[in-house]
């Protein structure tokens, strides 16, 4: 699954750094679906990449080969997101560099999440234990009938929005 940095900064404005809330200061990927979700219990905030790069696309880092999507949702620590989003390049003649890529390492446990620039790769390396993420999905479809509205913001006047 290839998670673009537009979508990884518009989610992670929708978590919270408190500690007792370890499960909502990260973001959620969703391979099956690609899109990531953040939440900080009160916010909710679903990216969806309409138009997905392919995997193949991806330049390949030695040490994170990739071996296909994980199979079920991806929690990301937001530090993590941090650190990757750090690695993309601000400016790139390749759009693919504006993104990182996450699979599976092989094993069902654990997938691998990879940014470069060409330059120098940044790996991590996430255990996939039971995601403790909220069930958002259960109250999305018990409020059906209410109306509903989606928007395309840039990600800094988003950021504005939930701060506000």
């Keep these: 699954m290839i998670i673009r940095r537009e979508s990884m900064q518009a989610a992670l404005a929708a978590t919270t750094d408190e500690d007792t809330r370890y499960h909502l200061n990260g973001i959620q990927a969703e391979p099956a679906d690609h899109r990531v979700v953040g939440t900080n219990g009160h916010v909710l905030l679903i990216a969806t990449d309409t138009r997905p790069f392919p995997d193949a696309d991806f330049p390949g880092v030695q040490g994170a080969e990739f071996h296909g999507d994980p199979s079920a949702p991806v929690l990301i620590p937001s530090d993590v997101c941090k650190a ?9 003649t390749l759009p693919i560099l504006g993104c990182a890529q ?4 092989g094993s069902d446990t654990s997938s691998t999440l990879v940014a470069t620039d060409l330059q120098a ?7 996939n234990p ?4 909220p069930a958002y999905q ?3 479809d018990g409020h059906k009938d ?10 800094e006047v988003l950021e504005t929005l939930i701060k506000a």
């Design 146 to 155: 209410r109306v509903s509205v989606e928007l395309c913001l840039g990600v």
């Design 138 to 140: 259960r109250i999305l």
């Design 84 to 92: 990757m989003i750090g690695t993309m390049p601000k400016r790139s």
């Design 121 to 127: 790769p940044r790996i991590a390396t996430l255990n």
């Design 102 to 105: 996450l699979g599976r390492n």
């Design 130 to 133: 039971e995601s403790r993420f």
